[in-house]
């Protein structure tokens, strides 16, 4: 599984939002048309589909094509694009009158494709596009814009705790936690167990912003929220002030000290892990492999997941990293693009190849349920995770509060202790408030 798309979502982000006008976006649930997507045939015709570079792999393309053209009996012409200088080169495509017809998305990036016109609305055939399914809350959410479904769920990429079942096993826990008591317990035996003052029972690095949305979303908070025209920022309520305050304390009780200033990649932390610095980290499936590449006595046996559990009771929710079919408004084939965008979130193709060929979380809750009951111990945490879901504001303004590390500094500067929870929170909200107003 490669990490290409999230790499680059935070500048492709911030890229299409400073290319594409402004609109008035909301996650909230998309209308659900009742028009049904042509089964008609299309001899003759063929169908462009832009696809990112690593989001697919090359047997799960084929297999989408090859049903495609069953069902069609049109042809595919798949042009592979890069991440450099992608938002430029899309946004100028999606503006001609010959763009191509369906196009590979970052979940977190149709807002701002949507707000310059250049997705179709696919609200008319939402229920058909689902196909029975319950798609995943973050995947949906994000490509709903006032009301209005834009693209049609790919696959996710769900962030779950990745530990060391050896290191915990010499600790004394035989088993991964289901509940925060478990979790703090159990992380506390592993902390008792390796005392070396550069070692983290659970390695948190305070510039971990999709963790610490984690707890925030656990206390009953939100990034923001919007009333008519009105944007509200989220972190400086009750519920706010809980989450950022439990995400203090579990950070400084499990992760090192250095660590409260630092983020994901200074230092790796999949290095830090590897290394035998850490009994866990947060991260996504793909990690798996790069933490057994990076120190090839880790195993598949030695690793384990589990969704990071909650004082709600239940698994914390995550931010899902992902990938999103659009449709382009300007398509001359929009009836053969609607064919593609049903046949890639069909059951069929999200159980056998997004899931269990590429590896990544299907799109819906039913089929990650049913992954998670195949899955291996190292990669069910990942399905189970996915199952509570959420995203960021549904706003192209929100890209460019992720690119100026704004989220980023909200969760260091408490963890550090450098500002309480309540002036960090002013700060974030405001310029939250200020951004997601100005973008309407």
């Known amino acids: 599984m490669k990490n290409s798309r999230f790499a680059a979502v935070g500048a492709l982000g911030l890229a299409c939002a400073l290319t594409l006008t402004a609109c008035n976006g909301s996650g909230t649930s998309s209308s659900g048309g009742e028009q049904k ?92 596009l689902r196909q029975g399914q319950k798609w995943l809350a973050g995947l949906e959410d994000p490509s709903t814009v006032d009301g209005k479904l834009y693209a049609v769920p790919g696959f996710a990429a769900a962030r779950a705790v990745i530990y060391n079942k050896t290191l915990w096993a010499e600790a004394g826990v035989a088993k991964a936690p289901t509940t925060y008591a478990e979790l703090t317990a159990d992380l506390d035996k592993v902390k008792a167990a390796n005392k070396a003052s550069d070692f983290s029972a659970c390695y948190l690095p305070g510039q971990n912003w999709y963790a610490g949305l984690q707890f925030t979303w656990d ?24 989450g950022l305050a439990a995400f ?47 120190n090839p006595d880790l195993t598949d046996a030695d690793l384990g997941s589990f969704p990071l559990p909650g004082t709600s009771g239940k698994a914390q929710p995550v931010m899902l990293a992902g990938a999103v079919w659009g449709v382009a408004a300007k398509s001359k084939q929009s009836d053969l693009a609607l064919q593609w965008t049903k046949v890639a979130a069909s059951p069929d193709i999200q159980g056998t190849w997004i899931g269990g060929h590429d590896g990544w979380s299907p799109i819906s809750a039913e089929g990650n349920t049913e992954a998670a009951g195949k899955a291996t111990a190292v990669k069910k945490g990942f399905f189970e995770a996915a199952l509570n879901s ?48 100005a973008a309407g």
């Open 219 to 242: 206390a009953g908070a939100e990034i923001a929220t919007r009333k008519g025209d009105k944007w509200t920022g989220g972190f400086s309520s009750t519920e706010g002030q809980a």
């Open 37 to 128: 997507v042509s089964d008609a045939k299309s001899e003759g015709k063929n169908l462009t589909v832009w696809v990112m570079q690593d989001d697919y792999s090359a047997e799960s393309l084929a297999a989408m094509e090859k049903e495609f053209t069953k069902k069609t009996g049109a042809k595919v012409t798949m042009e592979t694009q890069s991440w450099d200088g992608i938002a430029t080169k899309l946004t100028t495509a999606l503006a001609t009158d010959t763009p191509p017809d369906v196009i590979d998305l970052g979940n977190t990036q149709v807002a701002s494709y949507a707000a310059s016109g250049g997705l179709m609305d696919l609200s008319p055939y939402a229920k058909d």
């Open 390 to 437: 959420r995203a960021t504001p549904a706003s192209p303004a929100w890209a460019a509060l992720e690119a100026d590390k704004s989220i980023n500094q909200l969760f260091s500067t408490i963890a550090s202790g450098k500002k309480t929870p309540a002036e960090a929170a002013q700060i974030f909200d405001a310029a939250a408030e200020k951004a997601l107003n």
């Open 248 to 294: 203090k304390k579990f950070q400084n009780a499990y992760s090192r000290t250095a660590s409260r200033t630092a983020d994901t990649q200074q230092p790796d932390q999949v290095q830090v892990f590897a290394d035998g610095k850490a009994g866990a980290i947060t991260g996504t499936s793909g990690q798996i492999a790069q933490i057994e590449k990076a």
